[in-house]
């Protein structure tokens, strides 16, 4: 079946630093999208991608389609401590298909 | 985003009873919601997809007869976890979709503690 594999699996950054972190595939995807869980909470749409190639940023964060469409990544700049959290990449393999996860990147910042 | 309401945000039953949690789509119709399973610092594991009207689709190793699942109307899927044990204590989450959309908008989770 379909894989996908996130890295890294946790970061450890200071406050200020960017943050970088990517998913690839072993098949191609129509849609990656990136969500970002707290503690005890559901996971929050952050970008959604659907085009190959496609860029797009939601404040700090961007988010790019990669052109193979097996990969993407999510770049977060100038991190804050509210960042804190796990992030986590999804991939969709057609338009109504099941959502495919990521096992998640655990960041933590220090102030 | 679209709004999903997930109740309860927890709870703690016995060994042997059934719990029941709601997932709410409260300003959409959401034709399909997916129910997943999440264990400490893993990911999400989907356990299901139903379509409004239509029986779940379990994935495999999903029992059907232990978490069934109603989505009876356009705004609400139940879960429920009959005959529950520890073993079943995790964290549920459902998300929703609209036919005409492609993503899918996640509820707020519920922690399930079985004693």
């Known amino acids: 079946g379909q894989q996908l594999n996130q890295s890294p699996q946790s970061m450890f950054i200071q406050e200020g630093e960017d943050v970088s972190m990517n998913c690839t595939s072993s098949?191609?995807?129509?849609?990656w999208l990136w969500y970002k869980q707290d503690p005890g909470e559901g996971p929050v749409l952050l970008i959604a991608?659907?085009?190959?190639?496609e860029l797009t940023s939601n404040g700090r964060l961007t988010a790019q389609f990669g052109i193979t469409r097996k990969d993407s990544f999510l770049n977060i700049s100038a991190s804050i401590p509210s960042d804190v959290g796990i992030y986590f990449c999804a991939g969709r393999g057609g338009s109504q298909g099941n959502l495919i996860f990521g096992k998640g990147t655990k960041l933590s910042v220090k102030p | 985003g679209a709004v999903v309401s997930q109740h309860p945000s927890w709870v703690i039953c016995k060994s042997g009873t059934s719990v029941k949690i709601e997932c709410r789509s409260l300003?959409?119709?959401?034709?399909?919601m997916f129910w997943y399973r999440q264990f400490p610092k893993q990911s999400l594991m989907l356990m299901a997809t139903s379509n409004e009207g239509s029986k779940a689709t379990y994935e495999q190793g999903v029992e059907k007869d232990k978490f069934l699942i109603n989505h009876a109307s356009l705004t609400l899927s139940t879960l429920t976890v009959t005959s529950a044990h520890p073993e079943d204590s995790s964290f549920y989450i459902c998300s929703a979709r609209h036919r005409l959309n492609t993503e899918a908008f996640f509820g707020q989770g519920t922690r399930l503690t079985v004693v």
């Open positions: 300003d959409f119709q959401a034709t399909t």
């Open positions: 991608l659907y085009k190959a190639g």
């Open positions: 098949s191609i995807f129509n849609t």
